[in-house]
């Protein structure tokens, strides 16, 4: 089947069943918009086998999501979804960009979680941009605003929960929102230690991509720990 998009750590592709797409991950990452670029055998695997997961865990609590099932080690099928070109980031603890940008120490606590909206354009960089930016660039209208962040907040209670259950703190996270051809606002993209950041409670040691930004371990070592506790639950 035909190949409809190709992005940094996944193919999407046609499926002959109307509304529905077949994603493929890849074994390559990629970290700073694409500046560090390496391809690691197992990869595809683990990320497709913990989006699975998760996708799953969030739909037995309501959450819903474009996931429909995992067919293969590297392969799932999911709704077809027009994405929202934004980055929904929801932080409960201080790490990353925010202590950059804002002077936060590594570490604090919010008191709330604290959601971020980043516009998704790889030539800006994906800047940070408010409510009145995603209502003037078109991105979507406020009630499907207000949807998406009532999902993103939603997910963040479960994903808590989840990573609490495994000993680990659930530090931050980015999720992407689509609409299907019949206007319903669905959870998209992955979850998974690409696209959060993950902290063991005692030791702080991190379960996630940080491990390949800051070159401080083995990627596909710490991801398949992360998927064995996941496993675990
Ligand atoms: P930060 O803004 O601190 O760089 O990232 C906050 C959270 O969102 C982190 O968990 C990070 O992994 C995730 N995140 C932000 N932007 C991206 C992105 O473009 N790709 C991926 N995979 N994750 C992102």
């Known amino acids: 089947m035909s190949l409809l998009y190709e992005g940094k750590a996944k193919r999407v592709f046609n499926t002959d069943k109307d509304g529905i797409l077949r994603i493929e ?11 560090k670029k390496d391809k690691m055998l197992g990869k595809g ?3 497709n086998l913990i989006t699975s997961k998760i996708f799953g865990i969030l739909r037995q609590k ?5 996931f429909v099932e995992q067919i293969s080690e590297t392969e ?37 979680p604290l959601l971020e909206l980043f516009y998704k354009k790889d030539e800006l960089n994906d800047p940070l941009i408010t409510d009145d930016h995603v209502s003037l660039l078109n991105i979507a209208s406020s009630e499907e605003l207000s949807n998406i962040k009532k999902e993103a907040l939603k997910v963040n209670k479960v994903l808590s929960e989840i990573m609490d259950d495994m000993n680990l703190i659930l530090v931050d996270y980015k999720i992407e929102f689509g609409i299907t051809s019949d206007g319903e606002i669905l959870l998209a993209d992955e979850i998974s230690p690409d696209t959060c950041r993950i902290w063991d409670k005692e030791t702080k040691e991190n379960f996630d991509k ?24």
């Not at 309501?62 to 474009?66: A, I, M, P, R």
């Not at 077809?80 to 570490?107: H, T, Y």
């Not at 991801?223 to 496993?231: I, M």
């Open 25 to 35: 991950y890849k074994d390559e990452v990629t970290a700073g918009n694409g500046a």
């Open 45 to 47: 695997r683990l990320n």
């Open 62 to 66: 309501g959450v819903e999501s474009h």
């Open 76 to 112: 799932q099928l999911v709704k077809a979804v027009e994405i929202f070109p934004l980055e929904v980031v929801v932080r409960n603890v201080a790490a990353g960009s925010i202590c950059k940008r804002l002077g936060f120490e590594k570490g604090h606590e919010f008191k709330e």
């Open 210 to 233: 940080d491990v390949y930004r800051e070159d401080t371990g083995s990627l596909i070592d710490t991801y398949e720990t992360f998927y064995k506790k996941l496993e675990e639950l």
